[in-house]
T-cell receptor, first 113, second 108 residues
Framework: DTAVSQTPKYLVTQMGNDKSIKCEQN?????MYWYKQDSKKFLKIMFS???????INETVPNRFSPKSPDKAHLNLHINSLELGDSAVYFC????????????FGPGTRLTVL | GQSLEQPSEVTAVEGAIVQINCTYQ??????LSWYQQHDGGAPTFLSY????GLEETGRFSSFLSRSDSYGYLLLQELQMKDSASYFC?????????FGTGTRLQVFP
């Protein structure tokens, strides 16, 4: 039933480690996104993919590498984690680009110690 | 640059009416969306205004004035469960830009 799912929900790790977050949507949407929400709740787009093609990379450090094996999945791999990477990461999807309604996953709370 | 400004916090009591404002500066404008996010939860879509005027959906209404680059979300008959953060957002050709967010606290 779940429209947009993410795993894991919580991730606690040490500085310098590498970790991945997975996202899947069963809505048949063409476009998927990664957002970062910081402690002040500001929601900022990181990446968007349309039909597996990278559309947006919002000046995110290249330690962050998204991968879209198919249009239902968008994963996020983070290398050499830093303290400042601690945040909640949301995956979202929409039928296409420039849609006013996006469907968000439950979020992954990443804590870097 | 593109920016959407909202008040950081609004408080109200159950049963009251509250208005959350959003002023925007964007290059190219298609409309204004509103999202709700409960603590620990994900943002969920509430409404979208493409044209000027008021759109009503149950207890929630959203208003847009394109000439003033301004919109608001109106919540009526407030309930405790309305305590959440509310974000305005503007779709561009390839993404949504979110506002700074307004935390609404409803008291009994």
């Amino acid at each position: 039933d779940t429209a947009v799912s993410q795993t894991p929900k919580y991730l606690v790790t040490q500085m310098g480690n590498d970790k991945s977050i997975k996202c899947e949507q069963n809505l048949g949407h063409d476009t998927m996104y990664w957002y970062k929400q910081d402690s002040k709740k500001f929601l900022k787009i990181m990446f968007s993919y349309n039909n597996k093609e990278l559309i947006i990379n919002e000046t995110v450090p290249n330690r962050f590498s998204p991968k879209s094996p198919d249009k239902a999945h968008l994963n996020l791999h983070i290398n050499s984690l830093e303290l400042g990477d601690s945040a909640v990461y949301f995956c979202a999807s929409s039928p296409g680009l420039a849609y006013n309604e996006q469907f968000f996953g439950p979020g992954t709370r990443l804590t870097v110690l | 640059g593109q920016s959407l400004e909202q008040p950081s916090e609004v408080t109200a009591v159950e049963g009251a009416i509250v208005q959350i404002n959003c002023t925007y500066q964007t290059s190219g404008f298609y409309g204004l969306s509103w999202y709700q996010q409960h603590d620990g939860g994900a943002p969920t879509f509430l409404s979208y205004n493409a044209l000027d005027g008021l759109e009503e959906t149950g207890r929630f209404s959203s208003f847009l004035s394109r000439s003033d680059s301004y919109g608001y979300l109106l919540l009526q008959e407030l309930q405790m469960k309305d305590s959440a953060s509310y974000f305005c957002a503007v779709p561009t050709t390839d993404k949504l830009i979110f506002g700074t967010g307004t935390r609404l606290q409803v008291f009994p």
